[in-house]
Every structure is written in structure tokens, then in C-alpha cells.
């Protein structure tokens, strides 16, 4: 009984602290990476690849064959003496053969260093489908957090318009302040309060769309960790700030699309190779044995004993055949020809993907720089409304503007509070983005 007590508890512990367990960036995209579906598929067409890699190699092996055949005929023939006589027979037939290439024109050879160049490509797909569930967890990530500070903001406000409520029902019993001036501030209180829902609302939805991106199936008490993002996120984020020059020669020759491309356009080369060895003869050396038993249902026919005869039928052979291309009606020469399209392809492929890398590393620099803008002047804007609202603040405590007036500065800090929280997380993740171009691990 104490043994069960003592599981139970420990159950109930362990359940809990998987319920109140907080993720991190970290914990979110290695979650994804094994429970996403696509990288799932990508991975199978990787142990695809490795048993296309396999076959290839094992086909410089020998192979080996058993035949087995009956036969029974029945019928008349003509005997020795010109006699039609019945003459009904049966047979069993077996043997072994044995094949095995002894030169295809280098065919075998370069089949497995194509098969090996199209698993290096399949890893590499695999990396890339990778590094993107990587971006969009770090982007829902960030969202997230975005939601969880401008719920705080909000709440604060509540907090402050509160404060207000009291200070208003002072001045409304002293008669310093109307009682127009109190039901307006509780009208700003309830706006505030709906400001508060809408928040909350946002960040529930945001946190399904996280839940959602790493396939979870239970997510009502799934949460983040909040990570320390300071309003000086320049400090953090100009490392990541590299010249789209310097940038784009570290993702060239690390990118996993871009090596992708590259094993393709080498295995399209070696698939040329495969395709001339059609002109080279081919030598196989080839090895059989074959047996059988007779008997012929014929009255007085002299039939040997089924040990004897497998004793002394059966045949051995050793052969060498050697094929010599003349004329295939120019099937060898039109895949050649389609092979060497296909370097052009993969060519075009690569040069295509390299373009585009570049493309996407100067949108991404140009992006962070912008955002980087965006966020110097939010921070600006944002303290001088706080400066503002201060004023106001003061003012409206002791009676020298009304709640509209009040309301409004209110409502400035906020849009601007939210403005440059919408900008610096912008900014971190544009950041987020020029590291990835980098080959730095996404973390906050």
C-alpha cells in the first residue's frame, strides 16, 4: 500500500511540473524539428536515399538463382521398328546459376557516387526544412512575447486609471472637481479594462499559433519563459548588423539549399558518366549447375534408379560473355544527351539559388536596418509621450485639466508604449533573421 502511495505521488508531481513547465526558444524549436511533419517526410526521403545507396553498392555482388521445372508428356512415337507405340514420360529439372559483372563501362562505380551525392542532398533538404520551422517558431516565439508586454502595459494603465478613480472621488467630495469629471474617468477605466480583454485575447490566440506550429495536441496550459528583452536591444543586436557583401560569402558555404544545389549539379555530372558507360562492352562472369531425373512409362524400358541418374547427370559450367555495343538505335546516344541537359538544369538550378540567397540577404539587411530606424524614432516618440502624460497626470490631480484632456495624453502614451514594443521586437527579429544568414543558432 505505501508503495502505491508513494507512485501516486510522485505521478501527481511530475504531472504537475509538466503543467506548469514554461518553454524556451531553445525547447520550442527542438520540439518542432522532431514532431514536425514535413522535416518527418524529409527525413524518410533521407533513408530513402540510403537504401537507393545500398542497392547501388550491392550490385557489384554476385547473384545467385534456383530453377526447378516438371514436365510429363504422353503420346504415341515411332518406334525403332516402325511400330507407333504409346511412349509416356516424366522429368524433373533443377539447377543454380550464378552472374556477376566483372566490367560495365564504370557504370556500377559511378551509380554510387551519384546515389551518395543524392543522399548528401537529401541531408542537406532536411537541414533546410530545418532552419525554416527554426524561423517560424522564432517569429511565433517573439509574438508571443510581444502579447505578454503589452498585456502588462495595458494592466499598468488599469492600475494607473484606477488610482485616478480614487483621487477623482477626493476632489468630487470636496467639490474641487464636478461629478461629470468622476463619471468620466470611470468611463476611461472601463475602456482600459476592455483594453486589458482585448490584450489577453491576443495573446491566447498567439499562444495557439505557437501551440499549433509545434503540433501540440494539449495546449491550455502551455506557456513560455519570458526572456529579460531590455529597451536597449541595440547593444544585443549590432553584432547581427553585417554589410548583405559579408554576409551573403558565410551563407554560401553554409546555407543547406545552397549545398543542395551543389550535390545535385555533381550527381547530374556523374549521371553523364552513367550514361556513356552504354557505350563500353560489358563482361560478366557467369556460373551454373543443372540436374535432372527421367522416367519413361514404358513396360520393359530400361529406367535408371532416381540416385543414379542424379549421380551421373549432373553439369557444371564456367562462361565469360562479353556484349559489344554496335547499334542500340541511338538510345545510349539520346541519354547522353538528356544527361547533359541535365547538368545544364542543375547548373542553372544552382546559379538561381545563389541569386536568390543574395536577394533575400539584402532584403533581410535592408528589413533590420529599417527596422532598427522604425525603433530609434519609437523610442523617441514613446518618451516624449511619457514626458507628456507625466505633465498631464500632474495636472489633472490637481484639477487644471479635464478627463478628455487626460484621456488624450493617456491614449498617446499608450499607442506610442505600443508602437515601440511593436518596433523592438521588429527589430530583434530582423536581427534574429541577419544570424541565421550567419549560421548562428536562433536564441533570445
Given amino acids: 500500500m505505501k508503495k502505491i502511495v508513494i507512485i501516486s505521488i510522485c505521478l501527481c508531481g511530475f504531472l504537475v511540473g509538466n503543467a ?20 518527418k517526410q524529409q527525413a524518410l526521403d533521407v533513408k530513402s536515399s540510403e537504401i537507393d545507396l545500398s542497392t547501388s553498392k550491392n550490385s557489384r555482388l554476385p547473384d545467385l538463382n534456383a530453377q526447378i521445372g516438371g514436365r510429363f508428356s ?22 543454380a546459376t550464378s552472374s556477376m559483372p566483372l566490367f560495365t563501362g564504370f557504370r556500377i562505380s559511378n551509380e554510387i557516387k551519384v546515389n551518395e551525392l543524392n543522399l548528401k542532398a537529401a541531408t542537406e533538404n532536411l537541414n533546410k526544412a530545418k532552419d525554416n520551422i527554426s524561423l517560424q517558431i522564432a517569429s511565433s516565439y517573439l509574438e508571443v512575447l510581444f502579447n ?31 461629478m461629470s469629471q468622476l463619471y468620466d474617468i470611470k468611463a476611461q477605466l472601463a475602456n482600459d479594462e476592455v483594453n486589458v480583454t482585448t490584450a489577453k485575447n491576443s495573446l491566447d490566440l498567439s499562444l495557439l499559433n505557437l501551440a499549433q506550429a509545434l503540433n501540440l495536441t494539449e495546449y491550455e496550459s502551455f506557456d ?6 531590455g529597451d536597449d536591444v541595440f547593444k544585443n543586436s549590432m553584432p547581427s548588423m553585417v554589410k548583405p557583401s559579408e554576409l551573403y560569402q558565410t551563407a554560401i558555404a553554409i546555407k543547406p539549399h545552397v549545398k543542395e544545389a551543389e550535390y545535385k549539379l555533381e550527381s547530374s555530372e556523374k ?8 557505350y563500353w562492352p560489358k563482361l560478366n562472369l557467369e556460373l551454373g549447375y543443372s540436374n535432372g ?3 519413361v512409362y514404358k513396360s520393359g524400358y530400361p529406367n535408371e534408379s532416381f540416385g543414379k541418374q542424379l549421380r551421373n547427370q549432373g553439369r557444371e559450367y564456367v562462361a565469360l560473355s562479353l556484349s559489344i555495343p554496335i547499334f542500340d538505335r541511338f538510345v545510349t546516344r539520346n541519354q547522353v544527351r538528356k544527361a ?33 530606424s522604425k525603433y530609434e524614432s519609437a523610442q523617441k516618440a514613446f518618451e516624449a509621450a511619457e514626458e507628456s502624460f507625466k505633465y498631464a497626470k500632474d495636472r ?15 491614449l498617446k502614451i499608450l499607442k506610442s508604449r505600443s508602437e515601440q514594443l511593436q518596433a523592438k521586437y521588429d527589430f530583434v527579429f530582423r536581427a534574429k533573421i541577419l544570424d541565421f544568414y550567419a549560421g548562428k543558432q536562433i536564441n533570445i
Fill in 20 to 39: 506548469q513547465q514554461r518553454w524556451t526558444l531553445q525547447d520550442c524549436i527542438e520540439y518542432a524539428q522532431e514532431h514536425n511533419i514535413e522535416i
Fill in 74 to 95: 504422353m503420346g504415341r512415337s515411332l518406334s525403332q521398328q516402325n511400330i507407333y507405340e504409346d511412349n509416356n514420360a516424366s522429368s524433373l529439372d533443377f539447377g
Fill in 148 to 178: 505578454k508586454e503589452l498585456l502588462k502595459v495595458y494592466e499598468e494603465q488599469v492600475n494607473l486609471t484606477s488610482s485616478q478613480v480614487g483621487k477623482t472621488e477626493v476632489l468630487v467630495k470636496a467639490g474641487k472637481s464636478p
Fill in 224 to 229: 513560455i519563459v519570458e526572456p529579460k528583452i
Fill in 271 to 278: 549521371q553523364l558518366q552513367v550514361a556513356k558507360a552504354g
Fill in 293 to 295: 531425373f527421367q522416367h
Fill in 340 to 372: 547533359q541537359l541535365g547538368i545544364l538544369n542543375s547548373e542553372l538550378s544552382l546559379d538561381n539559388v545563389k541569386l536568390n540567397l543574395y536577394k533575400e540577404i539584402q532584403q533581410a539587411y535592408q528589413n533590420a536596418t529599417s527596422a532598427q
Fill in 396 to 410: 489633472y490631480e490637481v484639477g487644471k485639466i479635464s478627463v478628455y484632456e487626460y484621456s488624450e495624453a493617456q
